[in-house]
């Protein structure tokens, strides 16, 4: 039988309650709604918000604001990073994910957590929504 603890610790927490909600016959495990709140603010707060406010370079740089959600979908001086319902086209997952070229954000920093990173992904996937 396979360790299941070893395959335990390499998914992120969200990955493991669904799969125990899908083991347990769940329909709603697949669902599984991302909240802007409880899931998305917390990474802003501790990896980018120290940069993205007035007064911060990324701000200063790019106009983004990422104190609130209006913030975070007003986006930069030139439009929106978040294209709801689609990650893969949003800048906002292009830069953590570090897709572009010469930059990846957080900025000179390390990076997101492959969990941290999936979050915003699902977030936007499911409509970015201010949940
Ligand atoms: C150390 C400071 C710093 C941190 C931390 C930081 N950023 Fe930035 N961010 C910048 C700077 C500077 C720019 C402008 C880059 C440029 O245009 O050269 C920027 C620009 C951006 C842009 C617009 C990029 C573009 O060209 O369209 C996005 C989106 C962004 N940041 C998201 C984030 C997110 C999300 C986080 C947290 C995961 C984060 N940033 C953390 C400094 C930072």
């Not at 940069?51 to 990422?66: A, N, R």
Request: aromatic fraction near 6%; include cysteine.
């Amino acid at each position: 039988m396979p360790n299941i603890h070893h395959l335990a610790l390499s998914l992120c927490g969200a990955a493991v309650a669904t799969m125990l909600q899908a083991a347990a016959g769940s329909t709603s495990a697949m669902a599984e709604e991302i909240s802007f709140k409880d899931d998305i603010v917390p990474i802003i707060k501790g990896r980018c918000i120290d940069c993205h406010v007035p007064g911060g370079k990324g701000y200063e740089k790019s106009g983004l604001d990422l104190r609130n959600y209006e913030g975070l979908m007003k986006g930069t001086n030139f439009g929106p990073v978040v294209v709801p319902g689609d990650a893969f086209m949003s800048n906002l997952n292009v830069m953590i994910e570090g897709r572009a070229k010469n930059i990846r954000m957080p900025h000179q920093l390390k990076r997101l957590t492959s969990c941290d990173i999936d979050l915003f992904r699902r977030w936007v996937n499911q409509g970015a929504k201010n949940n």
